[in-house]
């Protein structure tokens, strides 16, 4: 036998990390379910009642926390098993990469728990900034590993704008901490960050092409079905809110996507691709195959945390979101099994 010729060994482990790879990870989908009611209630009906002095309704207010609450807690769970799956599984990274990704979890992990357990909830400036960084290089770190075993362009492509996702914001954030003065107002920072929104935009529309089931059969189709409901219902929820005062409409969807390079331009341009990112994630969600499941759950934290979060709870629901969306890529059926050097 050659040297570096894989063993049967070798290939039943590879064929064991990647069955692990391809199951959603514990409360991973409670999380997301969690998330996205938060951002239902918290960031849109209750801002929009309150505009009208509608009587909040005192359900509405409890459930809004207990959602956030939940969301972190089970988000801790999810992240912290799917991040012991990637590093456990030698043949997708170099040990650098996988300590690297192990040392970054711990942190956002920490934060979190800093942030949730800890007396009022309060913690420093600079922490969340830390914390940021890190999300930001994860994510990085694991888009890497995830196109260097995907071979299909579909699957590189929605590594790739992963990436950028958080290179761009993460390079932006690292100018501004360097020479605050100087580059508050620079329009170089503003193009990177406007270069990360589009990224973050475009992630759900190439994770469509890997994710959302495209064959024939009784179950794809009706998974297809209902994504392309979910597509039209949320550009009819647009079409609704721009019925909204301008300054109410921004603030929604600030404070719920974090999206603000095209908002006094052309903010009804953000329905498309978020309409199109609502209904890959359902379509994918209620999809019978575990893959797809798992990068469906993926897009919704993805949609959930927002462009750039920059609060302990939304970071974990980024972070988590990205670990799934790389594990549907590298669990996806074209790969390369070349296992990589330790």
Known sequence: MEVGEPT????????????????LPPLSALAAFAAVSHLAIYRVLLPVMASQKRPLPTLLLVS???????????????????????????????????????????????????????????????????????????????????????????GRITAGLVAAASAFPLASLLLRQWEPSALAESKGIASLHGLGELAYLLVPIAAAFVVVPWSDSSDAKRARTIGAMATGAMGLLFALATRLPNAMYGHIL????????????????????VSLATGAALAASVSKVPELRQGGVGLFLWVAAGYNPMTPARLLIAA???????????????????????
Request: positive net charge; hydrophobic residues 50%.
């Open 8 to 23: 049967q060994a070798t290939n039943a482990a590879d064929a064991a990390h990647e069955r692990v790879l391809s199951a």
């Open 254 to 273: 600030y404070s719920s996507l974090r999206l603000e390079w095209a908002l006094e331009r052309a903010s009804l341009g953000y329905a498309v691709p």
């Open 320 to 342: 988590l979101g990205v670990s799934l969306i790389c594990r549907a890529v590298i669990s996806a059926p074209t790969h390369n099994p070349q296992p990589a050097p330790r």
């Open 64 to 154: 809004a926390p207990f959602a956030l609450n939940l969301a972190a807690c089970a988000g801790l769970v999810g992240f912290g098993a799917s991040t012991f799956d990637f590093v456990r599984a030698h043949e997708l990274a170099h040990t650098s990469r996988r300590i690297l990704v192990a040392g970054l979890a711990a942190l956002i992990m920490s934060t979190v728990v800093l942030a949730t357990f800890s007396p009022g909830g309060q913690i420093g400036v600079q922490q969340v900034f830390l914390a940021t960084g890190a999300v930001h290089t994860m994510a990085v770190q694991l888009a890497m590993a995830a196109m260097r075993v995907q071979r299909s362009l579909s």
